[in-house]
């Protein structure tokens, strides 16, 4: 299988083969990520980390990753300090990014953004978010901690909780999970729903999603719990925000009838929607999933730009 030079846009533009793939080398990049051994696959190469939004997770995992695998980063995470400020388009900053570097990451409030840039480019462009539109390599991350963690994917119960109308999270998730023949349950409160659009999406590939607002019920017999925080910065009206935060909170009064197995997810920042209590208890798999960004993100940059172990 050959992804030297592929563009990352949507985790749609992905047949499952090639997304088991991607995990398979993820797998073999764990050792790497945390800095047990020491690989430079990358050496020469240069990546554009282009943040337009502001991120933690998403950034410094793919720097890290660019790192670990002895490549180079260039980027801002200020669109503000850029010529943006001076009226550049967005084409001509990719055609510059494209001409100093070897590959793009780019993160942009604007959906479609991504796919606009891999236009532009001829460096593999991967997207970090889009809007309230993909983030395919968050998806991935998903994917690998769910494998990890419960061996496979088909199957499993799965409830994706809270803003799924803006997440754009858990439209990639919600798609790639329907693609494995996992067990969809999505809860959020009604104005929050998933995008009849993802539903199409997830009943083309045969899920049966059920919609509810009952959290407590829902996770009775649930494998994984994927909680998102409510996207304050997506909503154009801040009256209908007012109306829904704090509509959920994950305590550890919510959990006293579910499995002992269960475990949550969250692709972070979290704000209020999961209590810190839950942190130290087994069920708390959000920290670790967040680690993961950086194999799976290393897996993503060496296939891309074609580096050999
Ligand atoms: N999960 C995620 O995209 O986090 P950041 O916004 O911090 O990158």
């Known amino acids: 299988m050959n992804f030297q030079g592929r563009d990352i846009i949507s985790i749609k533009d992905f047949s499952k083969n090639e997304i088991n793939f991607i995990l398979k080398n993820a797998e073999k990049m764990v050792e790497y990520a945390k ?3 020491y690989i430079d696959i990358l050496k020469g190469k240069i990546l554009s980390s282009l943040f337009f939004e502001p991120s933690t997770r998403t950034r410094l995992s793919f ?3 660019m790192n670990r ?3 180079r980063v260039i980027g801002f995470a200020d669109p503000t300090a850029t010529s943006q400020k001076k009226g550049e388009s967005l ?3 990719i055609r510059m990014a494209d001409s100093y570097s070897d590959v793009i990451v780019i993160r942009h409030p604007q959906e479609g953004a991504a796919r606009l840039a891999a236009e532009f480019a001829e460096a593999p462009v991967l997207n970090a978010g889009d809007g309230a539109g993909r983030h395919p390599t968050q998806c991935l991350l998903d994917l690998f901690t769910i494998k990890s963690e419960k061996k496979k994917i088909e199957g499993k119960n799965i409830v994706l909780l809270g803003d799924l109308k803006y997440g754009r999270t858990v439209h990639s998730l919600a798609y790639a999970l329907s ?3 996992a067990n969809l349950t999505f809860v959020s ?3 929050l729903k998933m995008p009849t659009e993802v539903l199409n999406e997830c009943e083309e590939l045969g899920a049966q999603p059920r919609n509810t607002s009952n959290l407590e019920k829902s996770i009775k017999n649930a494998d994984v719990l994927y909680v998102t925080r409510i996207q304050k910065e ?3 009206d801040a009256e209908e925000y007012n109306q829904v935060v704090g509509a959920y909170k994950v305590d550890k009064n919510l959990l006293k009838n579910s499995r002992r197995d269960l475990v949550i997810m969250h692709p972070l920042p979290r704000v209020t929607e999961i209590n810190p209590e839950i942190d130290k208890t087994t069920h708390a798999l959000y920290f670790k999933q967040a680690f ?3 194999p799976v993100r290393m897996a993503l940059l060496s296939l891309v730009l074609g580096g050999k172990k």
């Open 189 to 191: 409160p009604d104005s």
């Open 63 to 65: 720097e890290s990753s």
């Open 35 to 37: 800095g047990k051994n």
């Open 69 to 71: 695998l002895g490549g």
């Open 179 to 181: 693609l494995y023949g």
């Open 292 to 294: 993961n960004g950086v």
């Open 91 to 93: 084409a001509d900053t």
């Open 234 to 236: 997506r909503f154009p």
